[in-house]
């Protein structure tokens, strides 16, 4: 296949690698909306992002930079080549489908957040918006037979347009390009509204939950066609606006949101992905709709992490709905990189950051290891002490509260694409006392676009209403219906599965061995081949990477906020250590099977040179990190990059 259509033209080689174009699917719509109505509620929604198939990948190519796994001779997998940046062959794809397909049927809805093209990274192959738009519907159809009936959200990322990062305010042809090839997923009565935008949202249980899709091309720094949320002019700000009005509108309605978007609101020293315009007022919007939003979900990053936003980052001006314009030297601190890329320097930022979250004082730790926290009975807070009052009190102050209300968590999903190795996520949220509605359209006719009704003065703008005093607690805070319980990690091991290894009985040839020094470090020594040897990949299946209840290091009871922090809060933390063994021994067995051996070869080990700096262990950031690598790196990479 690969090799034939490489001869061909950009377009007619995306055409030869996928399957014909399928008749379109509106005649099925109606019978999948009929077919959601009488599904039950299974409690679990899956998130999927950073497809980037690649119709030009060469299995056994070079995994070097310039060839991109189109060409030379290498080790590049039958199912990809992992942690490397070549994109994802469609074998990859149709498997991570039919897996899916075959073990995750129970689910509720599907966010998948962008990224369905592959990166502009050959100069040899330059993209085309043929070759964008034909990946994007190929994923489409991918999407469809998979899951059948079940709600999707889908999210344009930075590199479902072209070029990639830029898109100029809409309505523009890639508005209305995906207002199409996603009619399946954008409910009609706001097929228009995206075309203005690229924003939707879909009601993945009618009138109790919704996802709000987000065009993050206008928020972030690097698309040169835009600048910010601070003007009314701007994209940008136009999003924000109809993204108040529709929180408030959900709020009236008790609907609960969850948003996503391709690019998180990284907002470190080290790497800035929003312009600050905009970060400020969407972290605004999180705080005064905190009743309303369970949670936000992100891709573009390909490592697993999540996010703080932190309120108490919020600029006074903001809160008081006044804006100025960027100072020009916030901006542009990203570059215009193909691939996201996060220094050591972020991951040590953002334990710096959380190293500084407050230790909650004894006995709220109790409360909360005994999940009563803010419904203690009165008799055990008269027992508390007077000091232990006051420490209480001056933390909760600090946290805003016993629910943190002074933080909203945005969580980062790794990649399908293999930068690290595939993976996948599905997430367990409450259902209790949901009953499944008959219909699943609404017919909701006050949800117009909203028509700006805001004075003409650039620097302000209309602070949203906070939740009504008498409101509990929204679902990302205390535990309720729609709140977040855990989530689930799966990764496929590709180095395992691909079994390319050659055996050690046959000797390099120069070529190769020239072979092995490009792609040393990337790949872990993994040798190249010549392209007779075709060993028998093992059998496809993603598994379990972790489990964030089950699990012995995170061991959250669900995922709340209370809870969040304390993580972030132990990720952050260094624990003095004696003989460093006492940590290691508390780490998941499930997870760490290699941990043993590690650990083996650790105690043989001192390397009296960086003694200073590795005197602290810390079980949570070690898995932390481990995690945000998807365990391509081992014990002592992450002790040599990171410190634990
Ligand atoms: C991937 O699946 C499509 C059907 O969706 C099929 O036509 C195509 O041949 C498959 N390609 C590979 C490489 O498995
Ligand atoms: C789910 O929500 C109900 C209230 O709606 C609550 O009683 C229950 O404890 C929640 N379950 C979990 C696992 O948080
Ligand atoms: C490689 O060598 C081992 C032991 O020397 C032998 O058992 C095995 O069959 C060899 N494999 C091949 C493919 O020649
Ligand atoms: C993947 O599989 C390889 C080969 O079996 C193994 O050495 C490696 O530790 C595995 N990696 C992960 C992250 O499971």
Known sequence: MGVRC???TTLLAFACALPPAQSPLNDREHSDVVAAAQRPLYGRFLHMTDFHPDPFY?????TNEDAACHRGQGPAGIYGAETSECDSPIALVNKTMEWVKHHLHDIDFVVWTGDSARHDNDEELPRTADAVISSNEFMVHKMLDTFPGIPIVPTLGNNDILPHNVMAKAPNVWTRTYARVWKQ?????????????????????????????MNTLYFVKNNAAVDGCASPDEPGYEQLEWLRVQLQQMRERGVKVILIGHQPPIRQEAKTLWDETC?????????????????????????????????ADLDEDTKRGRMHHNEPELRGVDNDEVHPMLSSDYWLQLRATWSELPEPPQS????????????????????????????RKKYLKHMGGPYAERFATSFVSASVVPNLMPTLRVFEYNISGIDRPKQHHTTISHHRPHTRSLSNSKDKFTVPEPPSKSAPPGPAYSPQTLSLIKYIQYYANLTYINNDFHDGNRSETED????LKWDAGKHHGKKPHDRDFKPQPNKFKYKVQYDTREDDVYHLKDLTMPRIVDLARRIGEFEADNDGEESLDSWSKHEDTDLD???????????????????????PWYAFIKRAFVGTKSIQEIEDEFGY
């Open 597 to 619: 051996a590690d650990k083996k070869s650790k105690k043989h080990k001192k390397r009296p040179g960086k003694a200073g700096k590795h005197t602290k262990r810390n079980a």
């Open 364 to 391: 709220l730790r109790l409360a909360m290891a005994e999940n009563e926290l803010g419904w203690e009975t009165d008799d055990q807070l008269t027992a508390l002490t007077k000091k232990e009052k006051k420490r």
């Open 512 to 515: 190769q061995l020239e072979d």
């Open 58 to 62: 060469q299995v056994y190519s070079s």
């Open 279 to 311: 970060w400020q007022k969407y972290t605004l919007w999180l705080r005064q709709y905190r009743d309303v939003i369970v949670t936000s979900m992100y891709g573009h990053f390909n490592f697993d992490h999540f996010l703080l936003q932190d309120f």
């Open 6 to 8: 490489l001869a061909l």
């Open 185 to 213: 997923f954008i409910p009609e009565f706001q097929r228009h509204q995206f075309e203005q935008g690229g924003w939707h949202y879909v009601e993945v249980i009618p009138n109790q939950l919704a996802v709000f899709s």
